[in-house]
């Protein structure tokens, strides 16, 4: 499963595997609307500045979901297009730290 929320609190004891991708919000907001654009040739901007992102926002700050992750992944880094290895910009995280 993937999404934004997907490790809130009432889903997280169903994976094996958490994985955070950690991204600024400006990418994470381009990237939203280039492919809600691409996908419906609707510009969707407005709606993912007055509702995703502050959406996204209260639950980062609410749940922690990069606290709840096995991984945390380097969303700035990997591109599908150029055939990244996910695991070159990946981190293990550690329970003891």
Known sequence: MD???ALNSDLESYY???IWVECPPRIGHKRGVA???KLSGVDSSDRWLNYWMPKEE???K???PQKKADYIVDGTIFRR???SCIR???RKVSRYT
């Open 58 to 60: 209260e639950y980062i």
């Open 16 to 18: 094996n595997y958490k």
């Open 3 to 5: 999404g934004i929320f």
């Open 35 to 37: 492919r809600d654009a």
């Open 81 to 83: 297009d150029k055939g």
């Open 62 to 64: 609410s749940e922690k």
């Open 88 to 90: 070159s910009f990946c």
